[in-house]
């Protein structure tokens, strides 16, 4: 199993619809988790952090299932800006501190 | 503002040259790490650091090596560079974990050709 799961997309959605991803992880020790976003030929960027109790940041939400070692993220009135290619991160777990990127999921928000 | 620089944006090297990409970075940050990013591959760990002088295998270290001589700079180095090694590199640094849930910041980025 890979140590970070996306669907790879890409997600094609009508502007103003909601979306979301789905990010699995192998390792249960992880500590840290976040979602990433990437423009295309730039650099990924801290699009939030997730938190156990789950975290919004207006139009986004994360949640983080431990149990089901799971991440998601929500995107709800999709905006023509919000196309990138969003990535889930996963950090530490046993004893060293690796920072490890799911291969991120692409979005098109389509006028 | 943390900002991680990576010394060049685009490099262009011949096949059997020994290749030198250097990461500054100015928030005193313990961690510093090497990905490449390839189409359909993601970013890739090839090397990261905890501490000065340390260093830590990523995922794809073969023909990759690192230095961090100093706190704040961290140097791939591609022993001798081959075509399979054309790619977007990318460095980020981070406060050490027990500090809290801190995320990366990354440099942006040299895209490497080898010819």
């Known amino acids: 199993r890979k140590e970070v799961e996306q669907d790879p997309g890409p997600f094609n959605v009508p502007e103003g619809a909601t979306v979301a991803f789905n990010c699995t992880y192998s390792?249960?020790?992880?500590?840290?988790f976040f979602w990433y976003r990437q423009d295309c030929r730039k650099e990924p960027k801290l699009l939030m952090s997730?938190?156990?109790s789950g975290n919004e940041d207006g139009r986004f939400t994360a949640q983080l299932n431990r149990a089901s070692q799971y991440i998601s993220l929500l995107i709800r009135d999709s905006k023509l800006s919000d196309s990138a290619t969003y990535l889930c991160?996963?950090?530490?777990?046993?004893?060293?501190?690796?920072?490890?990127f799911g291969k991120g999921t692409r979005l098109h928000i389509l006028p | 503002d943390v900002k991680v620089t990576q010394s060049s944006r685009y490099l262009v090297k011949r096949t059997g040259e020994k290749v030198f990409l250097e990461c500054v970075q100015d928030?005193?940050?313990?961690?510093m790490f090497w990905y490449r990013q390839d189409p359909g591959l993601g970013l890739r760990l090839i090397y990261f650091?905890?501490?000065?002088?340390?260093?830590e295998k990523g995922d794809i270290p073969e023909g990759y090596s690192v230095s961090r001589e100093k706190k704040e700079r961290f140097s791939l180095i591609l022993e001798s560079a081959s075509t399979n090694q054309t790619s977007m590199y990318l460095c980020?640094?981070?406060?050490?974990?027990?500090?809290?849930?801190?995320?990366?910041?990354f440099g942006q980025g040299t895209r490497l050709t080898v010819v």
């Open positions: 980020a640094s981070s406060p050490s974990l027990s500090q809290g849930n801190t995320e990366a910041f």
């Open positions: 390792n249960s020790a992880s500590q840290s």
């Open positions: 997730v938190y156990s």
């Open positions: 991160v996963v950090r530490g777990g046993g004893r060293d501190d690796k920072i490890i």
């Open positions: 928030m005193d940050h313990e961690n």
């Open positions: 650091s905890y501490d000065v002088k340390m260093k």
